[in-house]
C-alpha cells in the first residue's frame, strides 16, 4: 500500500514537472525528492547493541536543532545528540554539512568510549577530527573545540598505549596511524576502563582506570570537550576556510 501511494505521488511529479522548463524542473526535482524520501532515510545505529529505547532516554519531543544538539553533547547525552545530529545533516549544506558530520562523529566516538569499545572511539573520534581539521578554523568555539577533541583522542590514544606498554607478553610501538587504533583498541577490550566524573571546580573529566595503570607521569583524567552554548552555524561560513570536495 506505501509503496503504491509513493508511486502515485512520483507519477503526479512527473507530469507537474513536465510543464516546467529544464532548470525549473531540475530544482523542483531535487526539492521534492528529498521530500519523498525523508520518510525513506534508514536509521543507522551507532553501536551493534541494544538500541536506548524512548522511556529510557526520558525526553519529551523536541525541535530538532544545533542548540538542542549543544545542549545533548554538553550534558554527555552522546548517543541522543548523534540522533539529533544526524536529522540536521541530511538537509545541510556545505560546509555546514561537514562540521555537522565531524561533531556526530566525536559524539559517537564518546559514546563508544564510554560503553568500553575502545577502538570505535578512537576511530570515531579519529575520523570526526579529520572533519573538524578539514575546515580549517583560524579562532573562535569551533577552533576551540576542535583542539579540545584533539587532546581527548590524543589522552585515549596514550593511555591504551599504556595498556599495551603493561601487557606481559609483548610490548608495540605505536606511531599514532589508523592501524595503531586498530590494534590499541583490543587491548582491554569490553572493560569500564572510562568514565565520567565531575569536579569540585564543576567541570566534567574523562577518568581513565586499569587494574595495571601505574603511570605516574601521564594524568589519568582529561577535560571533556564542550560545545560553546553561543556558537552558531550562521557564523560558520565567516570562521573556516573550507575547501571543495
Known amino acids: 500500500m506505501a509503496a503504491a501511494s509513493i508511486l502515485m505521488r ?8 513536465s510543464s516546467l522548463p529544464f532548470s525549473g524542473r531540475a530544482a523542483a526535482a531535487t526539492t521534492s525528492i528529498r521530500r519523498l524520501s525523508a520518510g525513506l532515510r534508514p536509521q543507522r545505529r551507532l553501536t551493534g547493541g541494544a538500541e536506548p529505547t524512548r522511556s529510557e532516554d526520558g525526553d519529551q519531543d523536541e525541535d530538532v536543532s544545533f542548540e538542542l544538539a549543544v545542549k545533548l553533547f554538553n550534558g554527555g547525552r552522546y548517543y541522543k545528540c548523534h540522533d539529533v545530529l544526524e536529522e540536521m545533516w541530511y538537509d545541510a549544506e556545505e560546509p555546514v554539512r561537514t562540521f555537522l558530520h565531524g561533531v556526530l562523529q566525536c559524539s559517537v566516538g564518546f559514546h563508544h568510549l564510554l560503553n568500553q569499545n575502545h577502538r570505535g572511539a578512537m576511530m570515531e573520534l579519529g575520523e570526526g577530527l579529520c572533519k573538524l581539521r578539514k575546515l580549517g578554523f583560524k579562532d573562535g568555539p569551533f577552533l576551540q ?8 583522542l590524543e589522552f585515549i590514544y596514550q593511555t ?7 601487557n606481559d607478553k609483548f610490548c608495540m610501538t605505536m606511531d599514532g596511524s589508523e592501524k595503531s587504533y586498530e590494534l590499541l583498541g583490543s587491548f582491554a577490550a569490553g572493560q569500564k576502563l572510562y568514565s565520567l566524573e565531575l ?5 566534567m573529566y ?9 603511570s605516574s607521569e601521564r594524568p589519568s583524567r582529561v577535560k571533556v570537550p564542550k560545545l560553546d552554548a553561543k556558537a552558531n552555524l550562521k557564523s560558520l561560513q565567516s570562521v573556516c576556510e573550507y575547501f571543495s570536495y
Open 10 to 17: 512520483n507519477l503526479i511529479l512527473t507530469s507537474k514537472l
Open 206 to 214: 574523562i577518568m581513565f582506570s586499569a587494574p595495571n595503570h601505574y
Open 199 to 203: 569536579s569540585l571546580d564543576a567541570e
Open 160 to 166: 591504551q598505549k599504556e595498556l599495551a606498554a603493561c
Open 145 to 152: 573545540f576542535e583542539q579540545d577533541i584533539s587532546t581527548a
